[in-house]
């Protein structure tokens, strides 16, 4: 059959497969956000990963920050706060702090160690952040249970404009400061207990100012102008709604960067002021999620759409990786959050043994914790095991990250029924689309070609499957219309030439 009739066959196949199914067709229409990075903190594992064999470590720096594995855009490396006060080893990292006058910048070795590799695999973006001042700038003189000392401001300032030149003078450039974690929350002792398990430290909403104005200060004299700062990772969008107007305005000419964090789960309505408020009230300065993790379904859900709710449980499985998209794809379109960054990179928290258990890494539990993309054993010290585990989370992450280079345009798309869909035009040139079907049931994805042009690679990730690659070319595609039928509880990214 001549290529022109064989053409002409699908043509016509096509328009009865469209026009029968009924399945519109999702288009492109105005911009939206400029994306500023997909990444992950450095917040305590490194205290142990570094205790692993060098060949564990250099696979664990791969895996993170390669453009060959997850290739994170950004990473949160935590400037230690001494770890005083912390009863729990492996989130007490050390402080580079000494005096006013002197600093060890050989302290944290572990935490240097990843930045370290972070800036070897060259890292588009680094923040530096602290979720608590050393101990003598605190009212506990500890690095949690305390507030940062209204008298030490400017000292932290210089302390922490002096990390990023230290940093700098070794060839590794932070973009960002971030010099509160979590501000309403000093991280005390749960009652009945005399020491804390994290490091924290409260600023209150009227004192936020201040503080960003003194880093903003410090940094430009250190020469720093180009090193921007982000405040204030408020924990929860309720906190956030209520004192946004205390620290916003008086910030807002130090900052480039408001960013929140939601551990209450929002709902869509709030999710969306609270992206108007801070733009409003900064005179429109990106939102940026900055921490996520530890969630569930609501009452324990299995639909990966539904509400979300703050809790335990261990879920290495495409429901929790579902669960994540979904939160992210929510955090773009209705926040519009320019980036998003998920807690720990690695964690222990398996809730169960692996070196005793084969079924443990793969099965979901309710003894662990979801905040982890890569765990490893809590028992290492003891039983030797370092070997690590990926969850569906590092592969799902990775789609966001691949196709949401620094710089990416997002583009809204006409919705599809079937579909959660972002667009992003690229700054290399082309477009990336990424497909959630949170659905049980497999769908048709059918896209409008006339801007995206054609499909040149596409990846998949299923309950069956990690970051397969599709064949495009056996994708079918009509006229105008790219079409593609995409699994059931499946993440798909596709990439179009432009
Ligand atoms: C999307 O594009 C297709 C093909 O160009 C067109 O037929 C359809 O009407 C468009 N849909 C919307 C919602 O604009
Ligand atoms: C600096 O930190 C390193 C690593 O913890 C430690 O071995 C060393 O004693 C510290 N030096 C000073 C002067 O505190
Ligand atoms: C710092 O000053 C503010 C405003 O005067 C006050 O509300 C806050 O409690 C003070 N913080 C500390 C830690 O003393
Ligand atoms: C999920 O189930 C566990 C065990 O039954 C329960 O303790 C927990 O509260 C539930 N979590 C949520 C968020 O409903
Ligand atoms: C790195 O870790 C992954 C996940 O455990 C494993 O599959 C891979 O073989 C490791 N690579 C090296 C070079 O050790």
Redesign the pocket.
Known sequence: MPASISQLAIGLLCEVFLWQSGVPIANLTQPAQTMQGIGASGAWWPLDLYNYPDAVRQNVSYLLFSSDALGLTSYRYNVGGGGVGVGVPSRAP?TTY?STT?S??????QGSYFLHAAAQYSVPQLTVFVNSAPPSFTTSQASCAGALLNSSIPLFGTYLAGVVQYWASQGIHFAYVSPMNEPDNGFPPASGSLSCTQEGMVVVPSVRPTVVQSIRAALDAAGLQSVLVQADETSTQVQFAVEADLWIPGAAGSIAVISHHDYLFAADTALQAMGDQGRYLSGGKQMWFTEICCFVGAENSTDPASALAYGQGYDPTMLSALQMANLIYRSFTLTGDAHFDWWVALSSEMGCSPASDPACATTSNTQGWNDGLIYYDASYASNGNTAIYLTKRYFVLKHFAHAIPLGAVRYVLTPLPAFRLLAFSLPSGGWSVIALNLEPDQALLALDTLQLGTATQAYQTTQDEDWETLRVQNALSCGTVFQMVLPGSSVTSIYFSG
């Open positions: 050390e000494i002197s060890n910048y050989s302290a944290d070795p």
